[in-house]
């Protein structure tokens, strides 16, 4: 059943979504009152407008003017609730006037699914474990194995080898979420192609709302790098707790308490939107929140990204600092 409705959905796609594209949909899908006896229809009959059925069936029963008017309601009502200043609103309505309408259909399905699994659904909630073991033991291991003092008499200098350590370690956490988000990229991609990725990021149910002139595909390369921001994150916090208590195993604990927390539903609004299951994750998108850093508007995505390096640099230059210390007391 969920091959024909991916595979029913691809027969609309590029089909511009017009009164005719709506008026087809009235036609298509018979005014059966109960669920199951659409979904048979569907299934026996015609496909084509399942998906779309599924995820906006209130409008098949209205025109195109009615689904972009009441799309302009919900985002007028949500700049008058979120937005602070006239400034705010007004960013944002420049910015919606970019999103390109009618949007052009493509199917959903797949993409949505891979957002979900990129944000709070999935990888947000596994990246803290993947760095805490990439880095629990980056600086706990030679204290426990007496490689210290080898390490701090090396005549390569303190400096370089504090560098090696930070970039290997760093780079094996980014890498480590880079191969799960592989391999649940390439799982979509063998199952269903690369339909919907092209397609207005609007199209997912969850976004209709959203005022960034983006596809699908440009959404999935945003939460990517989010997510690696956030592995390096992670990965400093790690190797912080590493350095300072010189055990492995705190380092780790750490990690797990970070994904309980990710774990835990949060509510939106004000700071807790830089929480990671917030700022990673694909509601994100919908969110109106501004930082005004120097006269430079800077949206959620902007800001939280320059936020999450900042703390991992600072982090990291504490561990230098735990790691001198090991020198000045010659452990």
Not at 78 to 106: D, I, R
Request: proline fraction near 3%.
């Amino acid at each position: 059943q969920y091959r024909i409705r991916v595979e029913g959905a691809r027969k609309l796609s590029g089909q511009v979504m017009d009164e005719e594209f709506f008026r087809k949909g009235r036609e298509s899908v018979p005014p059966y009152g109960e669920r199951f006896q659409k979904d048979c229809w569907f299934m026996l009959v015609d496909p084509s407008y399942a998906e779309f059925s599924y995820n906006w069936s209130e409008w098949l029963e209205g025109t195109a003017e009615d689904f972009y008017d009441s799309r302009k309601a919900g985002i007028k009502m949500n700049l008058e609730k979120y937005c602070s200043t006239p400034e705010e609103a007004a960013y944002w309505e420049n910015l919606e006037v970019k999103v390109e309408k009618p949007f052009v259909y493509q199917p959903v399905t797949s993409v949505e699914e891979l957002t979900a699994r990129l944000g709070s659904g999935g990888l947000t909630i596994l990246t803290p474990i993947l760095a805490g073991v990439c880095l629990c033991e980056l600086f706990a291991s030679e204290r426990r194995t007496k490689m210290d003092a080898l390490m701090f008499s090396s005549r390569r200098g303190r400096r370089t080898l504090y560098l090696a350590k930070i970039l290997a370690g760093g780079l094996s956490a980014m890498l480590a979420v880079l191969a799960v988000v592989g391999a649940f990229i390439g799982a979509e991609l063998a199952l269903y192609g690369t339909w919907g990725w092209d397609g207005a990021i609007q199209l997912q149910p969850w976004l209709w709302a959203c005022l960034h002139p983006l596809t699908s595909g440009q959404g999935i390369g945003i939460l990517v790098v989010l997510l690696l921001i956030y592995a390096l994150l992670c990965g400093a916090l790690t190797a912080a707790v590493s350095v300072f208590t010189g055990s492995g195993v705190a380092a780790l604990a750490v990690s797990v308490g970070v994904m309980l927390l990710t774990m835990r539903p949060n509510n939106v609004g004000g700071w807790m939107e830089f929480l990671p299951a917030n700022l990673v994750d694909q509601h994100a998108f919908a969110s109106l929140t501004l930082t005004d850093l120097f006269g430079l508007k800077l949206d959620l995505f902007q800001s939280g990204a320059l936020l999450y390096a900042v703390i991992a640099i600072v982090l990291l230059a504490f561990c230098w600092l735990g790691w001198r210390r090991w020198v000045v007391a010659g452990k």
